[in-house]
């Protein structure tokens, strides 16, 4: 199997990767997230998976978007406890560290460490936190610092400066695995994303078709509709599946809003 991943050897989306395909996939590194996805469209990749929201740094608006145009259904879904490493070259100190390189999702986590310990590095944006850990490896200068993964810092054999840097200890990053292939038996999530017709409560509507059902709602995210303004779709999360998600979406359809399933797959929690 081919998987495409934003990033490279060492990244957090590598290990969510093997974790669920196995040491035996191929990775397909990708620098962004749109490239992962044109990737496995144009047949590079056998299946994706990528990363959609992080309990310190929200969701990922890209990838949902990505999703959503995908020809390949959620299959599979991950939470993965995100540690965060400030790693150097050897015999570095906080002092001599003006340059500190990661993905802006990793910096975005570490905000109260870099403010208080590093109030005047230059903090610089990479494309992915196993890659930044290269890239000081290969320059090899005293005061540049990634902040990555421990398995980043014994691939490419730096020592960590500074263990679990992220500004909270329940860091969770949440992943899911898209794949053109029969969902699992035990689904009992689902993804959507539903256009709600344009009417006063037309949400509330639709978020009543799941309450009446007893139906846990674990993700609404909105996004906007390309095209026409001030009008929105959202992104729905449900712990259903199978004939009760569908009678459930024919009913709301019937209220002439539109539903587009995602995916049915077995909840990670």
């Not at 406890?81 to 002092?95: A, D, R, S, W």
């Not at 639709?206 to 846990?216: K, M």
Request: aromatic share 8%.
């Amino acid at each position: 199997m081919r998987i495409a991943i934003q990033g490279q050897a060492g990244s957090f989306h590598e290990q969510v990767a093997h974790s669920w395909y196995g040491a035996s996939a191929t990775i397909v590194p990708c620098t962004t997230f749109t490239e992962v996805f044109d990737s496995y469209e144009r047949g590079d990749a056998d299946a994706i998976v990528t990363a959609v929201e992080n309990t310190l740094y929200g969701s990922i608006n890209e990838v949902y978007q990505r999703i959503e145009e995908c020809t390949a259904p959620i299959v599979g879904e991950v939470k993965l406890q995100i540690e965060q490493m400030l790693i150097t070259m050897p015999g570095v100190n906080l002092g001599d560290i003006t340059e500190v390189y990661s993905h802006p999702v990793a910096l975005a986590q570490c905000r109260k460490f870099l403010k208080t310990h590093l109030p005047n590095a230059e903090l610089i944006e990479f494309y992915d936190t196993a890659g930044a850990v290269e890239y000081v490896a290969s320059e090899g200068k005293q005061h540049m610092a990634a902040i990555a993964g421990e398995q980043a810092a014994q691939l490419y054999s730096l020592p960590i400066l500074k263990r679990s840097i992220q500004d909270h200890g329940y860091n969770i990053t949440r992943f899911l695995v898209l794949e053109q292939r029969d969902s699992d038996v035990a689904a009992n999530r689902a993804s959507l994303v539903v256009t709600t017709s344009h009417k006063p409560g037309a949400l509330v509507e639709v978020l009543q078709v799941f309450a009446n059902a007893g139906v846990n709602l674990a993700k609404l995210q909105s996004q906007p509709i390309i095209g026409s303004p001030w009008q929105y779709k959202f992104f729905i999360v449900v712990d259903c599946a199978g004939e009760p998600l569908y009678q459930l979406v024919e009913q709301i359809e019937q209220n002439d809003h539109a539903v587009t399933l995602l995916g049915e797959y077995k909840s990670a929690s």
